[in-house]
């Protein structure tokens, strides 16, 4: 059976859903924002956004006992083609420390319309196992 929890240091769901589910060895991580603890969002630019969301992804990913090492696959959202160069500096930064052998793990980038809000440049969700 899947458990689902939310884990300290993310902000409260906006909605009916959990951040993040596990089921055995997977761990399934919602679309992640640049939300602070207090759902808040953490800067009006992709890339404060972007660390912000890479961080919550951490975040729900330690609360199951996995790393980032052990994502598999992600898949990004961002609100605009005008983001995608501010959203691969700040992935880089980020992967920098996580992944630091260069071993990266795939992602989809997808350009869509929008975002739950509008103040929302830049959604990512993860999938992962427990190592």
Known sequence: ???Y???KGL?????AYAHVARAGDLIFVAGQCGFLEDNSVAGPDVRSQTL??????????ESQGASMRGVVRFVTYLTSSDHVAGFYAAREEF?????????YPPNTLLI?????RADLLVELDATACRQ
């Open 1 to 3: 059976m899947p458990t």
């Open 11 to 15: 902000g409260d769901p906006l909605s």
């Open 95 to 103: 992967f920098a420390e996580h992944y630091p052998d260069g071993g």
């Open 52 to 61: 912000r969301a890479y961080a919550n992804v951490r975040t729900a990913l």
């Open 5 to 7: 929890e939310n884990p």
């Open 112 to 116: 869509v319309k929008g975002l739950v």
